[in-house]
């Protein structure tokens, strides 16, 4: 059997101009590897034109019927209550209905005043594919080829297996769970037991991460990707009582020992040492957990304006255990950075899109619903603002989910003073002329270059262009 798919065109004979332009697409449709049965080539003196037209749709070498959708056609169409007419090159209902339906591709030519397609009725309420806009022709002629020729733009993942962790009565929760319902209470008590609470929170989160050590059972990317995601997954309410514990703690607005969860941070890394695994992904899980879990603090401590909080994660040195060497290491916020590879590999086997940052996707989809998309966006965006402005390393990853006309509080109240006033340490300048400075200095260093990702166009927003300069604290 050939593999050249054949295809016939069904059209009205409108006007000169629309059957040149139904010859065009024939000829193109030819030129990318379709046979085309089409009547100014194929129909010869002395045929029957009813037959020809039928015989065409109702052939087994016939995969697809082309019909070409224009107001006369549409007019003609709903006429006709058989298959004898005028223009026999118009189907019929009755035709249609003989056929698998599945044949036919309606194809829009033509749209009314107000954009509506003519559409028979016998056709009303299928899809169609619109060629009758220059805008679209190509994007959608495209869409013609991939039906054809059986290449859909999207095809169905292959059926995998239920994640294991639904099936598992992990109890890690129960602890970290009544620190949080008893927060409030206790504070209210005696609130000079706060760091006292946070230190034994903390503990308790850190030793319930135990529990999540992965040992991946597979080198196949499909299969040790799901395992990493399971795993996440199966984590998220854990993380979801950090999240609350720590929302509860800088929402009462007391003051508290950060280096409480600076040591905490501090730890965290220890967990990416595997040393009971040979496997070269065995703590990809805890990768993402710990970058995660510093973008919350910060989108916390964003949320509930806490910027000194934010100021004393930032700008911390986080003296951190050195994998080769037995001894600390000063390490600044990139020690919580980490690219996952496994995480984009295991995308690009599972699904069809291509995803500018799988990384970036997964935690965007992972958002508790006491936060928004916007909050988490605006910590990641934050967090290299800062990192440009004090020399830091910070990637936002998740920026590209930021729509480029949507706000940033955080920066648009820089006009007022006040609100000045509460972040200028974050920045590392004293006064609103020592900011202006170092936003011009920036702007014009021929060595800046705004960061992107490696597969799309759309850049980082720089921070002088999230401040206007010279606008800096002119209101109260």
């Given amino acids: 059997m050939s593999t050249t798919p054949k295809i016939f065109i069904s059209y009205s004979w409108t006007t000169p101009d629309h059957e040149e332009w139904v010859l065009n697409l024939a000829e193109r449709l030819v030129s990318d590897g379709i046979e085309v049965v089409f009547d100014k080539w194929d129909l010869k003196p002395g045929n029957d034109k009813y037959k020809f037209m039928e015989s065409s749709v109702e052939s087994p070498d016939i995969i697809k019927v082309l019909l070409i959708l224009d107001k006369k056609y549409s007019e003609r169409a709903n006429t006709r209550s058989g298959g004898v007419g005028t223009e026999t090159q118009i189907i019929s209902p009755q035709i249609y209905n003989n056929v698998e339906q599945e044949k036919f591709i309606p194809i829009i030519a033509e749209r009314d005043n107000e954009g509506n397609a003519f559409v028979p009725t016998f056709l009303k309420g299928t899809v169609y594919i619109d060629l009758s806009s220059i805008e679209n022709y190509e994007s959608n002629y495209e869409q013609l080829l991939r039906n054809i020729f059986k290449r859909p733009s999207y095809t169905r993942p292959k059926l995998g297996k239920a994640p294991s962790y639904l099936f598992e009565n992990i109890e890690t929760t129960i602890r970290t ?38 040992e991946p059972t597979s080198n196949e990317f499909l299969v040790f990707g799901k395992e990493i995601f399971d795993n996440i997954n ?84 986080y003296f951190v255990e050195n994998r080769s060497e037995s001894k600390l290491e ?50 990641d965006l934050l967090c290299h603002y800062i990192a440009v402005m004090c020399m830091g390393r910070w990637f936002p990853i998740t920026y590209h989910y930021k729509e480029r006309w949507k706000s940033f509080p955080f920066f648009d109240k820089f006009l007022s003073r006040k609100h000045f006033n509460k972040v200028k340490m974050l920045f590392g300048v004293e006064n609103e002329e020592e900011l202006k400075l170092k936003l011009t200095e920036l702007k014009e260093s021929p060595e800046f270059r705004p960061l992107r990702h ?22 109260n």
């Fill in 234 to 317: 199966s984590y998220t309410p854990l993380r979801n009582n950090f999240i609350e514990f720590i929302n509860k703690l800088l929402k009462t607005g007391l003051d508290f020992d950060y280096d409480i969860i600076i040591s905490f941070l501090e730890k965290l890394p220890l967990y990416l040492n595997h040393k009971d695994s040979n496997h070269r992904y065995a703590s990809e899980n805890f990768k993402f957990i710990i970058h995660e879990l510093f973008l919350y603090l910060i989108a916390i401590g964003l949320k509930n304006e806490r910027y000194d909080f934010i100021d004393a994660i930032m700008k911390s040195t």
């Fill in 330 to 379: 000063p390490l600044g916020i990139e020690v919580f950075y980490n690219y996952i590879i496994s995480i984009e590999q295991y995308y690009n086997e599972t699904y069809s899109t291509n995803f500018i940052s799988p990384m970036a996707d997964f935690m965007i989809k992972r958002i508790p619903e006491t936060f928004t998309k916007e909050n988490l966006i605006d910590a």
């Fill in 177 to 214: 769970s009544s620190f949080v319902r008893s927060f409030s209470t206790q504070i209210d008590k005696d609130p000079k037991r706060l760091n006292g609470m946070l230190k034994d929170f903390l503990d308790e989160f850190y030793s319930d991460l135990e529990n999540y050590r992965l």
């Fill in 454 to 475: 490696n597969n799309t166009i759309d850049k980082v927003i720089p921070i002088f262009e999230r401040i206007t300069i010279e606008e800096i604290g002119t209101v």
